[in-house]
């Protein structure tokens, strides 16, 4: 009888450090959470999008305040949708690689509905959220109120369209 079978043999005597402490890790990781590694990735998925979901809610809430904090409406509907993408790029790529504000939006998941659409929204939404956090023009916050609302409109559809698209892809948190 094997040791063990000999490519799996192979493979440890040839691995790097780096290799061994991330295989031990992922080890502990199970060990200490009584979870495999693909359920924990599957939850922090589940969180990123809650994420998102909070961010949106937290936006309606700023829109609807007297007097609207439009502005900052603007900037949590950009981050809704910043979490929305990186959890649907997180689960479909397998990792966090891309959580880069600049690169984030070029990584669309396999299959995701009009993928080039909602890469080219969240651009757009990001550098909304620029304006309204670093320019000093337009102060009053009524003038933000129709780039609020769209930027809300589409957060909540991109988190929509995100819980729907991890739900059909075996995501069992979401």
Same mark, same amino acid.
């Given at each position: 009888?094997d040791?063990?079978?000999?490519?799996?043999l192979r493979?440890?005597s040839e691995?790097?450090?780096?290799d061994m /402490?991330?295989?031990?890790?992922?080890?502990?990781?199970?060990q200490?959470?009584?979870?495999?590694?693909e359920?924990l990735?599957?939850?922090?998925?589940?969180?990123?999008l809650?994420?998102?979901v909070?961010?949106?809610?937290r936006?309606?809430?700023?829109?609807?305040?007297?007097?609207p904090?439009?502005?900052?409406a603007v900037s949590?509907?950009?981050y809704?949708?910043?979490h929305a993408?990186?959890?649907?790029a997180?689960?479909?790529h397998g990792g966090d690689?891309?959580?880069?504000h600049?690169?984030?939006?070029?990584?669309?998941?396999?299959?995701?509905?009009?993928? /080039?659409?909602?890469?080219?929204?969240?651009?757009e939404?990001?550098e909304a959220r620029?304006r309204?956090?670093?320019?000093?023009?337009?102060?009053a916050?009524?003038?933000w109120?129709r780039?609020?609302?769209?930027?809300?409109?589409?957060? /909540?559809?991109?988190?929509?369209?995100s819980?729907?698209?991890?739900?059909?892809?075996?995501?069992q948190y /979401?």
């Open positions: 009888m040791f063990a079978p000999r490519d799996r493979r440890v691995a790097t450090a780096r /402490v991330l295989w031990l890790e992922r080890v502990s990781l199970e200490d959470t009584g979870r495999s590694l359920e990735r599957q939850r922090s998925t589940a969180d990123r809650a994420l998102a909070a961010c949106t809610r936006a309606r809430v700023m829109m609807n305040t007297v007097p904090l439009n502005r900052d949590r509907s950009y809704a949708m910043y993408w990186r959890a649907v997180f689960f479909s690689d891309f959580q880069e600049k690169k984030l939006p070029d990584f669309a998941p396999p299959g995701f509905q009009d993928a /080039v659409l909602w890469q080219n929204r969240l651009k939404a990001r620029n309204s956090d670093y320019r000093a023009y337009p102060k916050e009524g003038a109120r780039e609020a609302e769209k930027q809300y409109s589409h957060a /909540v559809e991109l988190v929509r369209l819980r729907a698209y991890l739900r059909g892809r075996g995501c /979401v």
